[in-house]
């Protein structure tokens, strides 16, 4: 079942794994904000059950992810296990870092809506991130 | 009606004159200046420098288990490296065990797994340690990746007094920028005192600590933040060591420091002479150093990451290029260049290899090593030398008027002032105001990824398979005692190197040391960036 659309997206960022990088992922904080969004940026070292909690008291329309040490396929798996089993199937997920280009596709198949590999412009990914929020749900 | 000119600026934002005359330049230039390795150290920290001896050529490297980074390393040194520089996998430098089910897909990542001493003699098997440099990324878990660093000494039977190197051991910037933390920053800077006691001590050719604005620039500072916060880090560690009774004199002649070397040339090479001047008044003004060499910076310099693109990516071959060349200007004692693939990967063997190249083309043929520092005098760079330490102890002054920089770090501030520039940078990419060659000018979809780095990802299960037999086969007993030890060391507020050690003869691991250091400690969450 998808959701209403949102006029004011409310989105959750996290830094899944022990990756300390966070320049890009407030950078992407402070676009969001500037936008309009709801941008709730809950730190480091984030489990997938911890992302899938504040997803859910946050009544979150987008959960977003930072990777840049390489784990980007592991942890995008457990936290869309993790999501599955809490019932938030509705809630897309996008994954931003250091991503090779042929690990996208590999993303994608893993059920991550959209992916943001180093160098993508900054206002693509907040105008991606706005239109998965208004599309809603998983189903593409 | 035409548009007013748009102000000419630095990278940093200062502003700039078409021209620099003689009248440019303040009164007084040769007290500011010195002479190369006399006070104030402007000019360089040594009388002869690359005349006697070349900068370092240290590219950080590491990744898998400890035989692939003993792999990687021969072929360094085979290339003509001229020393070494570990870079550690995440869990090794947030203290897990490779066989946490937590970190699994995080061992051998990022840089190498280290578990036990034997992990790290494995590292250096066939490279004799004493005629070795060695720099270690390594800062939460720094007491431990130095204990098992010199227990593996000690079995190669190189004496304490023949091993060199740089220990990084900065927490404070780790709270600022780069983010592997474990402890409050009262338990944590503790750590790094027991380390720069017992180095300082029993070290003498080893720096126990390297104060770095390296990490608040990659992510998002401008060169003047980066001086500045350096500084301000060399006072807040300066004043810890103090307050353990620590001599001023003892420790200081063993701190280096480590500095980003981004594309403004002539402000990154100012850059640096402004740092050592300040260092020097620092030293001498502030805590009354005694021994000229208490004064005397010197640094390692690490090209920016940040700065490479992953469009186009063989420009960052350019890049890393002019990044060299600023360090050497500026008077590195070390230098690490980028491998143009890295926003994309860890390295190519090829890539490795390219950046290594560029710093000897740089040392052999282009012929700006022939004299020592020879940008001094220039009207420009000594006018820009000054004001950027000028906008640099406004900086100081202010982190001194908010309490400090551990305390400012526990409101989070300067963290917001990193990501407050950052956020800036990217606005002026977007605006155009600042050019990206191959991101927002001269783009030409020509963005095609060369050949990357094949991930071995069968590191983490060879290394996981390793740990479990030396587990299997150890003095379990011996290792509860001297964890027990440590634990009491710990309590007692003993130095807990030689404990640390002691774990590390019996097989005790990095994850088994840092859990009694959690258990006393904690962990520390930083706060909210807005």
């Not at chain 1, 942890?75 to 690990?103: K, S």
């Not at chain 2, 400890?66 to 870079?87: C, M, P």
């Not at chain 2, 001086?227 to 807040?236: D, E, H, P, W």
């Not at chain 2, 490795?352 to 052999?364: E, M």
Request: net charge negative; proline share 5%.
């Amino acid at each position: 079942m998808s959701r209403p659309a949102v006029v004011r997206p409310r989105i959750v960022l996290a830094k899944p794994g022990l990756d300390g990088h966070d320049r890009g992922i407030k950078v992407v904080g402070m676009a969001l904000r500037d936008a309009g969004a709801e941008v709730v940026y809950l730190g480091l070292q984030q489990t997938a059950p911890q992302i899938v909690g504040a997803a859910l008291a946050e009544d979150a329309d987008v959960i977003g992810l930072s990777v840049l040490s390489g784990v980007h396929l592991a942890v995008a798996a457990q936290l869309l296990t993790a999501c599955r089993e809490a019932g938030l199937d509705d809630v897309p997920v996008v994954v931003g870092g250091t991503i090779p280009p042929t690990d996208v596709d590999r993303l994608k198949a893993l059920g991550v809506r959209d992916v943001f590999p180093v160098g993508t412009p900054l206002p693509d990914v907040v105008e991606r991130i706005f239109d998965i929020a208004r599309q809603g749900g998983r189903s593409s | 009606m035409s548009e007013a000119p748009r102000e000419v600026v630095t990278d940093s934002g200062i502003p700039l004159q078409p021209v620099y005359v003689a009248d440019s330049v303040a009164d007084g230039l040769e007290e500011r200046l010195g002479l190369p390795g006399k006070p104030p150290f402007t000019r360089g920290p040594y009388p002869t420098m690359y005349r006697e001896r070349l900068w370092t050529m240290r590219q950080y490297a590491g990744y898998g288990s400890a035989e692939d980074t003993n792999a990687r390393y021969r072929f360094l040194l085979a290339q003509g490296q001229t020393a070494l520089s570990v870079a550690f996998d995440l869990p090794t430098q947030l203290g897990y065990d490779s066989t946490d089910p937590e970190v699994a897909s995080e061992v051998g990542r990022v840089g190498v797994a280290i578990d036990t001493v034997e992990d790290m003699e494995t590292v250096f098997d066939g490279l004799p340690i004493d005629q070795l440099s060695v720099n270690f990324t390594i800062n939460a878990t720094a007491p431990i990746i130095l204990a098992f660093y010199l227990v593996a000494a000690e079995r190669q039977g190189v004496a304490r007094k023949d091993v060199a190197g740089t220990l990084q051991n900065d927490i404070l910037k780790e709270f600022l920028a780069r983010k592997t933390f474990i402890f409050p920053p009262e338990e944590s800077i503790r750590l790094v005192a027991d380390v720069v006691e017992y180095a300082s001590a029993e070290l003498p050719r080893f720096n126990g600590i390297s104060i770095t604005g390296y990490h608040a620039r990659e992510a998002g500072c401008d060169a003047v933040q980066e001086v500045g916060l350096t500084m301000a880090s060399a006072i807040a560690y300066s004043q810890a060591f103090l307050a353990r009774g620590l001599d001023f004199d003892f420790f200081a002649p063993r701190l280096s420091f480590h500095f980003s070397s981004q594309l403004d040339l002539f402000e990154e090479a100012a850059k640096v002479r402004a740092a050592r001047r300040m260092w020097h008044r620092l030293a001498t003004e502030r805590f009354g150093a005694k021994k000229e060499n208490s004064a005397r910076l010197r640094f390692f310099s690490g090209c920016s990451g940040a700065t490479l693109t992953a469009q186009q990516p063989l420009n960052n071959v350019v890049r890393s290029t002019l990044q060299c060349l600023a360090a050497v200007l500026g008077g590195a004692q070390s230098i690490h260049v980028m491998g143009y693939d890295e926003a994309l990967e860890i390295p190519t063997e090829e890539s490795v290899r390219l950046a290594l190249r560029t710093q000897q083309i740089i040392a052999h043929e282009s012929g700006v090593a022939k004299v020592i520092d020879p940008l001094a005098g220039s009207y420009y760079v000594e006018s820009l030398t000054d004001e950027i330490e000028r906008r640099a102890w406004a900086l100081v002054e202010k982190v001194d008027a908010g309490g400090g920089l551990v305390e400012l770090l526990a409101q989070g501030v300067p963290q917001r002032w990193v990501a407050e520039s950052a956020y800036a940078y990217e606005r002026q990419i977007l605006s155009g105001e600042r050019v990206k060659v191959g991101v927002n000018k001269y783009t030409d979809g020509s963005d095609v990824a060369p050949p990357l780095f094949e991930i071995d990802e069968t590191a983490g299960d060879r290394q996981r398979e390793k740990l479990r037999a030396r587990i299997a086969a150890r003095d379990a007993q011996a290792v509860g005692e001297s964890l027990a030890d440590l634990g009491r060391a710990l309590d007692e507020g003993a130095n807990t190197m030689p404990y640390i050690m002691q774990c590390g003869r019996v097989g005790a691991t990095l994850g088994e040391i840092a859990d009694t250091m959690r258990s006393r400690f904690g962990r520390y969450r930083e706060p909210q960036p807005w």
